[in-house]
């Protein structure tokens, strides 16, 4: 999600003995297999001593990008990657409960995929870890209209939105709900917008976002890093050994 050498920027590299889990994970997806995926990721995941950030950046997150390069290649149909997809909503949302949270900053962030977007997936991790770092955040799910997402930012006053974009097919929507939102909350209301479909700057759709908004290649920790910095807060450490370490 930078228009310069974001924090964070860089892929993490696979952790140590996960490898294993993701590719059953995966297996398990590809199968519509929901109780064997949550069996996993309870089991070899949490039971074996790995965080809830740990399992969304290694295991999660890579499978489902997987699922989504085998769907774009026509491996898979559209059923199959919905019933991959769900499970991993599922599963996330088994997760939540244990996730680690820190002591409250004191400021409100608004969490929305862009009008027209109705993959969630990437911006509801997103939220996970900014409310793990202290943030208070409203998550607003998939394809926000404009309309309600201004009427919302109106009611909540958070310090900062968030948008997700995880197609370039709802780079107009996206484009609208900036504009919309910095001429009703102000011109300099801190906007960041990002996700897949602008993790590559050089094949990212072309869009018309201000520099300051749009941003490419940003994971979850590289996310709160940049919302820490925007709103001048100390970037808070990352609450696991192997995030820490890969930072």
């Known amino acids: ?143 926000v209209p404009v309309r309600d997402l201004v009427a919302h930012a109106l009611a909540t006053r958070p310090d900062l939105l968030v948008l997700s974009a995880a197609t370039g097919l709802c780079t107009p929507g996206l484009v609208e709900a900036v504009r919309a939102v910095r001429q009703t909350l102000g011109a300099d209301f801190p906007v960041l917008a990002g996700g897949a479909a602008f993790d590559d700057a050089d094949a990212a759709p072309a869009c018309d976002v201000p520099a300051d908004v749009l941003q490419h290649g940003l994971d979850a920790p590289g996310l709160v890093a940049l919302v820490c910095e925007r709103l001048g807060l100390p970037r808070p450490p990352i609450a696991d050994p192997d995030l820490s370490a890969a930072a």
């Open 1 to 143: 999600m930078t228009d310069a050498a974001p924090p964070d920027a860089t892929p993490r590299a696979p952790q140590p003995g996960l490898d294993g889990l993701r590719r059953r994970y995966l297996a398990a997806q590809l199968r519509g297999d929901r109780r064997e995926a949550l069996r996993l990721i309870d089991e070899e995941g949490l039971s074996a001593g790995h965080t809830v950030p740990t399992l969304h950046l290694h295991v999660i997150t890579p499978a489902q990008q997987e699922i989504g390069r085998l769907w774009q290649q026509n491996v898979i149909h559209v059923a199959q990657e919905h019933a991959a997809t769900a499970i991993s909503q599922l599963v996330v949302a088994h997760l939540y409960r244990f996730l680690p949270v820190r002591a409250p900053l004191g400021r409100r962030l608004l969490v929305a995929c862009a009008p027209g977007e109705r993959h969630e997936m990437g911006a509801r991790i997103a939220s996970d870890f900014l409310e793990a770092a202290g943030f208070s955040v409203h998550y607003l799910g998939a394809d």
